[in-house]
């Protein structure tokens, strides 16, 4: 099966999902109707409030849950299609390393069983180096350490090392920086920006950050909570290759602006609730 998508259409397409958890008076409607279109290459965020249903959206989108109602197309395929076809790759908030594998070990593991086909047979620069890609995210110089000697940026940088490895159509990355200080975060944005800068991998990231997010995408997703949903989008549109000096920039503070003024027509930043109020 090709893992070339249809000329036209989104790559990554969320359509009219719905998910709720639980019943009765306890039901959480963690997705009400939601829509997400994410074309080829593009770096998307969703960002939003605790509970509004993120990591909700980043599992049905990987297949790991099924929506209630509405469906998930990748690259035109059902989700368990698309696992079947490897074409997803995943970094989640806490680095899964396998601990008596040293870093290089770590990123190497899992080549040979979840590279797509596709990709085995048209292995691209960046990726098809584990020691180059592991050295563009600064662990050039820890190839042989094991996960216990890292600290926890470069267990994080590890786990994304792996991930773009792997060669995945489209890589889903939930809050990975979230548990990085302020300065350990910068540099692990850069060094993603770096590498994904060169492979153009599809992406869905989701974060709490709103510096974060508008660093590093095209289009930032707020959501809304209670229920789950889309409140609005955001598209960035500052140059790339994309860096730190851009941070304080007039353009940045705008686009900031945008996001934060979107969050807020959905959640009351001060009790930290939902308004309820509804985004058209
Ligand atoms: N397995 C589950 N069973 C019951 N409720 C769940 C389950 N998973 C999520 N929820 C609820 O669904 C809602 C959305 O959860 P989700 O984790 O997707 O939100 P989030 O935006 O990722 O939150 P956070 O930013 O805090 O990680 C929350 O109210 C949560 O409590």
């Known amino acids: 099966m090709s893992s070339e998508p249809p000329s036209d259409g989104p790559f990554v397409a969320v359509n009219d999902a719905c998910k709720t ?38 599992r049905l989108i990987a297949g790991l849950e099924a929506p209630d109602a509405g469906n998930v197309r990748i690259c035109g ?35 040979k069983v979840n590279r797509s086909a596709s990709r085995s047979e048209a292995r691209r620069g960046l990726a098809s180096d584990p020691v180059a890609l592991l050295t563009r995210l600064g662990l050039g110089d820890v190839l042989t350490r094991r996960p216990g000697q ?26 990975p920086f979230s548990a990085l200080d302020e300065f350990t975060r910068e540099s692990a944005q850069l060094q993603l920006l770096d590498v994904w800068q060169e492979l153009r991998t599809t992406v869905v990231f989701v974060t709490h950050s709103i510096a974060e997010a508008v660093l590093l995408s095209d289009t930032v997703v707020v ?16 140059d790339r290759p994309r860096h730190h000096g851009q941070l304080d920039t007039a353009a940045m503070h705008e686009h900031e ?9 959905a959640w009351d930043p001060v009790s930290g609730t939902p308004t309820g109020r509804e985004v058209a």
């Open 150 to 175: 890292l600290s926890g940026g470069m267990q994080q940088r590890t786990a994304l090392a792996r991930a773009f490895a792997l060669e995945p159509d489209v890589l889903l990355m939930d809050e």
């Open 21 to 58: 958890y639980g019943t009765g008076p306890d039901a959480v409607r963690a997705l009400a109707h939601v829509d997400l279109q994410v074309p080829r290459g593009r770096f998307v965020s969703v960002i939003g409030p605790s509970g509004c249903g993120k990591s909700t959206l980043l």
């Open 223 to 238: 959501m809304a909570a209670a229920p789950g949903r889309v409140a609005g989008v955001v598209d960035v549109d500052l």
């Open 257 to 265: 602006h945008r996001v934060r003024a979107l969050l807020e027509t």
């Open 77 to 111: 395929r059902t989700t368990d299609e698309a696992r079947a076809a490897k074409v997803l790759g995943f970094v989640p908030q806490v680095p899964a390393l396998l601990p008596w594998l040293d870093v290089l070990g770590n990123v190497r593991v899992l080549e």
